[in-house]
């Protein structure tokens, strides 16, 4: 954890050192030229740089792997760092290439008892890189792709993305996004649900940190099975400048998602008492409807408000509302205090503790399908000094803090810091 830390420190004073140098007065005078001409070729550049870090403590008493009983204590500590290079060519293209390399490590305590007895290991690291590039043409129109993976122990994940988006009229643009996730879940079983064809006898692992001890056939290291999941999304959103003090938004997606739905360390207990592992429908869709207003009050205050409604075919109906007001205190100092309210019926199969029984087809006790309401408040604070803070190329810092409560008796604290260098 602090190789992590000191790599990140490392990162941005390297990158404070670098930009603060000096710019020759025969720069200025030829990025002056440029900036004058119509269209001018400039080769992909780094642009801006970004450093995210963040720490994140959840505490609740519904914990998954126990069967919805149980500790849900949870530590994360997240460092992120995204490079953007800008370039042009000569006939008004203007490109982007971003790419991203984000660490996470955790601590779950629930995960301690994947083996029955509390010996699994409770930490975890998340590895996520990624790329983007995108290329927008001089009437504004652009197109872009990416590509995306996420790996732990137990969980591995790679993505694309296409997007496209289209002027439209004075003010309006619409913008088509598709994207496709090809999974795959590690199937590590509670210690006491290990099925016989995987040759382990015992295990010792926790949901993301790996094998602390585990026998099989002969003594041989047995190889734990994964099975496959697929998600592909369908997104569309039309923006409208309305008028100078306005603008809104329509956003939808469609979600698609196949494969192995459930997760094989969640307990399920029956009201018969016996236990069993998390099964769920191997297939679901989603449809998010989401609408945005943002409004200017003046020069210094904006009001960012947010709607969106949710269902699924599992049963879950939901809806979200938000509402953030940036106030400027002085032209480079601002603060942001933000509340989202968050409401949600509960999955057709769910049921708490010892409720389930030997006739149900699907289960789970997962709270995070059952029905509660839940608020998320806090503040921002974003300094933007002219030049740059201490006159270096570190052009913006953004501190922001949240806490989140849910009815089920869940919840977190989270505070983030956002590094941004431009050159």
């Given amino acids: 954890m602090k190789k992590i830390c000191l790599t990140v420190i490392g990162l941005y004073l390297l990158l404070l050192s670098a930009f603060s140098q000096a710019v020759p007065k025969d720069f200025v005078k030829e990025t002056v030229k440029e900036e004058t001409a119509e269209y001018v070729d400039k080769p992909l550049h780094l642009d801006e740089t970004n450093i995210v870090s963040s720490y994140y403590h959840q505490d609740g008493n519904h914990s998954a792997v126990t069967g919805g009983i149980g500790t849900e204590k949870v530590t994360d500590l997240s460092n992120g760092i995204d490079l953007k290079f800008t370039g042009a060519d000569v006939h008004g293209h203007k490109y982007t290439l971003t790419t991203g390399l984000g ?28 790329v983007n590039f995108a290329v927008e043409n001089k009437n504004g129109n652009s197109f872009g792709f990416g590509a995306y993976y996420s790996g732990e122990y137990n969980y591995h994940s790679f993505a694309l993305d296409a997007e496209y ?25 509670p210690s006491e649900l290990i099925p016989a064809t995987t040759g382990i006898t015992s295990q010792a692992v926790s949901s993301a940190s790996g094998t602390t001890s585990y026998s099989g056939v002969e003594g041989r290291k047995p190889s734990i099975p994964s099975s496959p999941r697929y998600t592909f999304t369908g997104s569309v959103s039309y923006t409208q400048i309305i008028n100078k003090n306005m603008q809104a938004a329509l956003l939808m997606d469609v979600v698609k998602q196949n494969g192995y739905l459930s997760l ?30 943002n409004y200017f009050l003046g020069d210094k205050i904006i009001l960012r408000s947010y709607y969106r409604y949710f269902t699924d075919d599992w049963g879950i109906k939901a809806h979200t509302a938000s509402l953030e007001v940036p106030v400027k205190v002085t032209p480079f100092f601002s603060v942001s205090p933000f509340y989202r309210f968050y409401t949600q019926t509960a999955a057709t199969y769910f049921a708490p503790y010892q409720t389930h029984t030997a006739t ?20 921002g604070v974003h300094i933007a000094p002219p030049g740059g803070l201490w006159k270096s190329a570190l052009s913006s810092l953004e501190i ?24």
């Fill in 103 to 130: 660490i996470d490590h955790h601590t779950a305590a629930s995960s301690a008892y994947v083996n029955k007895t509390g010996a699994s290991q409770t930490g975890g690291t998340r590895v996520y890189p990624s």
């Fill in 165 to 189: 988006s289209h002027k439209i009229g004075k003010g309006g643009e619409l913008s088509t996004k598709a994207s496709a996730y090809f999974d795959k879940v590690k199937l590590i079983y």
């Fill in 264 to 293: 094989p360390f969640h307990r399920v207990y029956f009201s018969d008492g016996t236990v069993h592992e998390e099964n769920l429908p191997a297939q679901r869709y989603k449809l998010p409807i989401g609408f945005r207003l």
């Fill in 360 to 379: 149900d087809a699907y289960y789970t006790s997962n709270y995070a399908y059952s029905a509660f309401n839940s608020a998320y408040y806090g503040v």
């Fill in 400 to 423: 922001r803090y949240g806490h989140y409560t849910q009815t089920t008796d869940l919840n977190s604290n989270i505070i983030s810091l956002n590094f941004q260098f431009k050159r």
